[in-house]
């Protein structure tokens, strides 16, 4: 304990000069916040990076949101109706919408927002394809025309997929392809960006919007008021863990969203600290993304072989996490989410090395070299890569273990050639539904972020995902997908984990969420 606490001591004076100074003129109640990275896209269509989500949530809004149960509720819109053959939507607008420059928020707005992120969002075009027409019907509502129906439509206005289909003006929206990123960054969300608060590499301000009006039902996740109740949010850049997490400790920053695993058990014990866990869609699931293009895996049986290789609790233990922040999960869609299913997993059950070296055996595998891409500078990608090649070489395959960047890994994975399978972890959020998990959403395309996989009985199944009327419909959509992707080793998880987020204990109404959020959270 004391050797933690005089190193932070000593790298929290080392930032003592760096963070005393705002990017402008702030009052008293200021949070002070390390992110997971730097916000360098301020496009909140243009990427699906998290952290330009986070921002896009701070600075713009939606028109729908879910609850801390899954259910999506209404944000931005006011009311709407659905025709009895269920094929028109028509929807209005909250009175007292308003964008940071003073243009009231119109149909308009939302039309153009829209028609921009389905370009760049899966779920999106899905939508905007079934649509025979989406149009404004007056200066607060708008209208969605189906060709036929489609179960999934909430859910897509509402989704937390990242892009997310944050509204703008159209101004912008419909002048702005979605291959282009905008340059003016005007939401109506409860927090102000100016270019002027904005010191790349340093910190970004985002200030109290004093015109937003937010809803009347108390915050839930992302659904009801969205009350700012600071006036600003000081966003640093911190990239070393070890630094931010001594900055916390010394009350130089108010919240850090990745504390290091590490440091866990410390913060727990330390009074002025809080830490903030997380359960179901929002932990982390890894994946082992495996390349169907090439040798050796281009052979479903090879893949199988994985299932009963890869032991989750390994995995979890190996990144020094206890039951509290991490848990072997066979349900592809995650444990804790509404499409939770437990169909095609009976070779998931009882993994080790003997069943998996006995299964090898009787697969046409002939010695060629399984590439296993090792990224460095992520902790659990980086962890759980290392115990897949030494299980693989213990196995009976031959491995080369090829230790790279994450960014070099990035370029590598789009060649159909030169590497085998490699690491990753996902929030629960994005891969609780197969329209948005990104193991599997780019089936049969040239992707190479799922490794060139292709099923096409999955095609089919994706489209009646999206018809199915009911949650229970979904599910049971969700299992037959789920079995093929087991039946062909399309994708094998190697664990669900929380990352916790850390904070001061003067901080109150934080919301538990791994997309960092900053309303209703008062400082004392």
């Given at each position: 304990?004391?050797?933690?606490?005089?190193?932070?001591?000593?790298?929290?004076?080392?930032?003592?000069?760096?963070?005393?100074?705002?990017?402008?003129?702030?009052?008293?109640?200021?949070?002070?916040?390390?992110?997971?990275?730097?916000?360098?896209?301020?496009?909140?269509?243009?990427?699906?990076?998290?952290?330009?989500?986070?921002?896009?949530?701070?600075?713009?809004?939606?028109?729908?949101?879910?609850?801390?149960?899954?259910?999506?509720?209404?944000?931005?819109?006011?009311?709407?109706?659905?025709?009895?053959?269920?094929?028109?939507?028509?929807?209005?607008?909250?009175?007292?919408?308003?964008?940071?420059?003073?243009?009231?928020?119109?149909?308009?707005?939302?039309?153009?927002?829209?028609?921009?992120?389905?370009?760049?969002?899966?779920?999106?075009?899905?939508?905007?394809?079934?649509?025979?027409?989406?149009?404004?019907?007056?200066?607060?509502?708008?209208?969605?025309?189906?060709?036929?129906?489609?179960?999934?439509?909430?859910?897509?206005?509402?989704?937390?997929?990242?892009?997310?289909?944050?509204?703008?003006?159209?101004?912008?929206?419909?002048?702005?392809?979605?291959?282009?990123?905008?340059?003016?960054?005007?939401?109506?969300?409860?927090?102000?960006?100016?270019?002027?608060?904005?010191?790349?590499?340093?910190?970004?301000?985002?200030?109290?919007?004093?015109?937003?009006?937010?809803?009347?039902?108390?915050?839930?996740?992302?659904?009801?008021?969205?009350?700012?109740?600071?006036?600003?949010?000081?966003?640093?850049?911190?990239?070393?863990?070890?630094?931010?997490?001594?900055?916390?400790?010394?009350?130089?920053?108010?919240?850090?969203?990745?504390?290091?695993?590490?440091?866990?058990?410390?913060?727990?014990?330390?009074?002025?600290?809080?830490?903030?866990?997380?359960?179901?869609?929002?932990?982390?699931?890894?994946?082992?993304?495996?390349?169907?293009?090439?040798?050796?895996?281009?052979?479903?049986?090879?893949?199988?072989?994985?299932?009963?290789?890869?032991?989750?609790?390994?995995?979890?233990?190996?990144?020094?996490?206890?039951?509290?922040?991490?848990?072997?999960?066979?349900?592809?869609?995650?444990?804790?989410?509404?499409?939770?299913?437990?169909?095609?997993?009976?070779?998931?059950?009882?993994?080790?090395?003997?069943?998996?070296?006995?299964?090898?055996?009787?697969?046409?595998?002939?010695?060629?070299?399984?590439?296993?891409?090792?990224?460095?500078?992520?902790?659990?990608?980086?962890?759980?890569?290392?115990?897949?090649?030494?299980?693989?070489?213990?196995?009976?395959?031959?491995?080369?273990?090829?230790?790279?960047?994450?960014?070099?890994?990035?370029?590598?994975?789009?060649?159909?050639?030169?590497?085998?399978?490699?690491?990753?972890?996902?929030?629960?959020?994005?891969?609780?539904?197969?329209?948005?998990?990104?193991?599997?959403?780019?089936?049969?395309?040239?992707?190479?972020?799922?490794?060139?996989?292709?099923?096409?009985?999955?095609?089919?199944?994706?489209?009646?995902?999206?018809?199915?009327?009911?949650?229970?419909?979904?599910?049971?959509?969700?299992?037959?997908?789920?079995?093929?992707?087991?039946?062909?080793?399309?994708?094998?998880?190697?664990?669900?984990?929380?990352?916790?987020?850390?904070?001061?204990?003067?901080?109150?109404?934080?919301?538990?969420?791994a997309i960092p959020l900053f309303w209703n959270i008062g400082k004392n």
């Amino acid at each position: 304990m004391s050797w933690w606490r005089r190193s932070l001591l000593a790298a929290a004076a080392v930032l003592v000069s760096a963070l005393a100074v705002p990017a402008g003129p702030v009052r008293a109640k200021t949070i002070n916040a390390v992110l997971e990275a730097e916000i360098v896209t301020l496009d909140p269509h243009f990427i699906g990076a998290y952290i330009t989500r986070t921002f896009g949530y701070m600075v713009f809004d939606t028109l729908f949101a879910p609850d801390g149960k899954g259910n999506i509720q209404p944000q931005m819109v006011q009311s709407w109706t659905i025709s009895d053959d269920r094929l028109t939507w028509d929807f209005t607008l909250r009175d007292g919408l308003r964008f940071h420059d003073g243009a009231p928020v119109t149909g308009e707005d939302v039309v153009a927002s829209l028609k921009r992120w389905g370009t760049r969002s899966a779920l999106g075009g899905r939508l905007l394809k079934v649509a025979a027409s989406l149009e404004a019907t007056g200066a607060k509502s708008f209208r969605l025309v189906l060709k036929e129906p489609y179960g999934l439509v909430l859910d897509t206005l509402g989704t937390t997929s990242s892009p997310t289909p944050f509204i703008m003006p159209a101004r912008i929206a419909a002048n702005t392809p979605g291959s282009t990123q905008v340059t003016e960054i005007v939401g109506s969300g409860p927090f102000v960006y100016s270019k002027a608060d904005h010191r790349p590499g340093d910190r970004m301000l985002l200030r109290k919007n004093p015109d937003y009006i937010p809803r009347p039902e108390p915050a839930d996740f992302l659904a009801g008021g969205h009350v700012v109740k600071v006036d600003a949010l000081d966003i640093r850049v911190v990239p070393d863990g070890a630094t931010a997490a001594a900055a916390l400790q010394q009350g130089e920053i108010d919240y850090m969203q990745y504390a290091p695993f590490d440091l866990l058990p410390v913060m727990e014990k330390d009074r002025q600290l809080k830490v903030l866990d997380f359960s179901g869609p929002h932990m982390f699931t890894g994946h082992y993304r495996i390349n169907t293009a090439a040798r050796p895996f281009d052979d479903p049986a090879i893949r199988r072989v994985l299932l009963r290789l890869v032991d989750q609790k390994e995995v979890i233990a190996g990144l020094g996490l206890d039951s509290r922040y991490g848990q072997s999960c066979d349900a592809f869609f995650i444990c804790g989410s509404t499409n939770e299913t437990h169909a095609g997993t009976a070779l998931l059950q009882d993994p080790s090395i003997e069943a998996a070296a006995r299964a090898l055996k009787e697969t046409k595998y002939d010695g060629t070299p399984v590439v296993v891409m090792i990224a460095s500078d992520l902790e659990a990608p980086r962890v759980a890569s290392q115990i897949l090649a030494d299980r693989l070489a213990r196995a009976g395959f031959k491995v080369d273990a090829q230790m790279t960047d994450w960014a070099t890994l990035l370029a590598r994975r789009t060649q159909r050639t030169g590497w085998s399978v490699y690491g990753v972890h996902a929030l629960g959020l994005d891969l609780s539904s197969p329209l948005t998990n990104s193991v599997i959403n780019f089936n049969c395309t040239d992707s190479a972020t799922a490794g060139f996989m292709c099923d096409q009985r999955l095609v089919p199944l994706f489209d009646e995902f999206a018809r199915a009327p009911t949650r229970e419909a979904q599910r049971e959509v969700a299992g037959k997908i789920q079995t093929i992707v087991y039946e062909q080793g399309l994708g094998i998880p190697f664990g669900q984990f929380a990352q916790p987020a850390a904070y001061r204990a003067n901080l109150s109404g934080v919301i538990p969420s791994a997309i960092p959020l900053f309303w209703n959270i008062g400082k004392n």
